[in-house]
Structure formats: C-alpha cells, structure tokens
C-alpha cells in the first residue's frame, strides 16, 4: 500500500517512524521482500562526504563606521580572494579560490595549498578569520580600506551555497602516460600505477534514487552537519547519461545545488582539502531521506556495489584534451576491494571520498529522525530529467574579433 510524505511525518511525531539506512535495507529487502519491507519501512537514509569543488558560503560582515563599498573592490579572508560584486558588504567565498601568497604558479608538486574551502572550514570551527578590503569610496560609503578579524558568531548572515555537489555517480582516474600527474582525483602515478574514484557508492544519495522520483527542489536535507535543502538542479546536471537496466548511471550524471545556514553547521562535516599540485576544495557531508513511498521507490534503494557501474578514464591524454576514452568499466565492489584490472594489469584503488564518514551521516541522520527533530518535505518541484532537461554541452568556443 502506498504511502505519503504526510503519513510519514506523523509517525516521525509519534516516535513510530521506521529508518533505515541505504546499506541496512539491502539485507532487509533480502530477508523479507519487497512488498513486507515497504509495508515495514518508512525512511531510508542515504550519506556522502567527499571533496565537492563547486562549494561556497556568503555572508554580510556588517556596515562600518564610516561605511564602505567593498562592492567593486577587494577582499581577502586570511588572504583568500573573495567576489565583492553583490554589495556593500555582502561577500561570496569559493571553495577553490587560493590564497594570494600560493599563486597558481607556485602550486607544484610536493607543495599544498590554502584556499576558500580552509576559510570555510576554519569559520565553521569559530576561530577568528582576517578580512581585508581594498575599496574606492564613494559619497555614501567614503571608507576606502578595512583590516579587521570576523567570526561567524558576528557575522549577520553565513550561509553555505554549493552549485554543484553530489554527483550522480564519477569517473575512476588513471594515468597512462610515463609521468606522475596532479588532478582534482589526486595524484596517478605513471604507467597505470593507481586509479582515484569518488563516490560513496550504494550509500550516495542520488544513486539510491536515480530518477529523482523523491528528490527535488525543496528537499530538507542533512548538509554540513546541520539542515540544509535542495535549492536547485546542479551545474553540469546531466540526467541523459547512459544507465545500467537497474537506473544507476554509467557515467556522470545528476547534481544538486543545495543551501543551508553555515552558522549551524560543523567542521566534522566540511573539511577544507588541498590536492598536492591542483588546489583547493571543499570536502562536504549530505545525507538525504529517502520517504518509502511505494515498492519501486524501495527498490532503488536496494542497488548494491556490485550493481553501479563506473568508467575508467585515462587523465593524462583522453580526459584533459575533452574526449574521454573510457579503457573499461568496473563496479564498486571491485574498487572498494583496493585493486581492478585494467589492460590486464593488476592496479591499486583509492577513494577519495570517505565511505565511514558517509556512513556515519547516514546514521546521524537516521537517529535525528527517529527522534522527532529532522521531518520530511515534498519537493515543492522535479530536477530536470531525460524527458526534459537540455544536454550538457561543451563550451562552443569563437574567436573574438579585436574592432579596429
């Protein structure tokens, strides 16, 4: 029989709800069927804690005395650029920007970096953070420069704003070329010598539901270690991605954006992260509940390891040139086992994503469920899907002509 979000609401109220998370249900569904654990199971919950590059907060630091127009001008946290074009005093931090003190030029093997996920992760912490601002004044906000120290708990608004996380399934990274090479999957070591994923597989949450059947725009959401929701489709969202008979995408797919309030949330759950020879990112945990609406709902959120399919991708030529070739395809459960074959060479894997901490948010959140704090929304509207959403597209680029 089928279910509602409202009827699941309730019994979160009444202390009578019944969670799950995305690996305890597969033995569940193994053990009693798919109609019985549908009929028994109300919520599963799903988890992810990995570097997700298009991250960042914004916030408002306050008027000045005299005022000042950091709009137009420049502004540093703890020597981080940070984008001044919304306002006065509202500012925006990205994850990947890099101090001004490490340059991209001087980001080189054997060296790491500090940049805006750092920034993020020590506001979240409550230590102190360095704001400069470089402006040009004006008649109503004369003031032309500010070095002072911001905390979040002054801050008027904090707010974490991620364009792009929770991919829908990744490439696995490798490296055919005769050189160690330095990406945003880490470091590959030549002539096939490892191979970086990232996802958290059977517990990553558009993977336990690949049609977006129950998430969408309006979603409440575990982000950061605090409530966040799903505020709109991600960058790059790519739902026509090729997929296994299961809906798991073979390929990249589905994104979220997401929001949520950066003073309630934890460094446990947002981790700056340095990549020797790339940059900076941002390190993010989400969890997402999954409302047990009906059978097929609950049979996605069955898919095991074995069953999600990745592709292996050559990072050296293939994939910076804009034509991955893909050398095969494996499954979670063989890159979980710590090697793959591929070109019939043995070759080491490593997550990059982290499985325990994901699991441990998938939990967490289970637990605030259970107890009556964290309830269910009805997404207010879908994510684009194949039926509707344009294809992603490379950029077309033109020659721009100088005018004489």
Known sequence: MAKTIEEINEKIKSGKVVVVTAEEIIDIVDKKGLEKAAQEVDVVTTGTFGPMCSSGAYFNFGHTKPKIKAGGGIALLNNVPAYTGWAAVDLYIGATATAKDDPLNKIHPGEFAYGGGHVIEELVSGKDVKLHV??????????????????????????LFNSRNAYQ??????????????????????????????????????????????????????????EG?????????????????????????????VIGDLKQMSPR??????????????????GIPIPILNEEILKYTTVKDAEITA??????????????????????????????????????????????????????????????????????????????????????????????
């Open 311 to 404: 592709a292996v991708v050559d990072y050296s030529d293939a994939y910076p040139n804009g034509k991955p070739e893909v050398l095969g395809e494996v499954n979670y459960e063989q890159l979980k086992s710590g090697s793959i074959e591929i070109k019939g060479k043995k070759v080491a894997t490593s997550g990059i994503s982290s499985y325990s901490r994901a699991l441990e948010i998938a939990n967490t959140l289970k637990d605030l469920i259970k107890k009556g704090t964290f309830s269910l929304t009805q997404k207010v509207a879908d994510l684009p899907s194949r039926d509707n959403a344009p294809k992603f597209k490379p950029l077309n680029e033109r020659p721009v002509k100088e005018e004489k």
């Open 269 to 286: 759950y947002l981790k700056g992260v340095s990549f020797i020879g790339y940059g900076t990112t941002l390190a993010v945990g989400i």
């Open 134 to 159: 470089e402006a040009y004044g004006t008649d109503c906000y004369p003031r032309k420069h500010l070095d002072t120290l911001i905390n979040i708990k002054d801050l008027n608004e904090a707010v």
């Open 229 to 257: 929701y799903v505020a709109w489709q991600g960058t790059q969202h790519n739902p026509h991605a090729p997929r296994l008979d299961n809906g798991t995408p073979k390929r990249p797919a589905g994104t979220l954006a």
């Open 169 to 226: 399934n990744y490439n696995v990274a490798v490296n055919l070329s005769n050189k160690t090479i330095y990406t945003y999957l880490g470091t590959l070591k030549p002539n096939l010598g490892n191979a970086n994923y990232c996802s958290a597989g059977q517990l990553s949450p558009l993977l336990n539901d690949p049609f977006y059947k129950t998430i969408g725009i309006g979603t409440r959401i575990f982000l950061g270690g605090a």
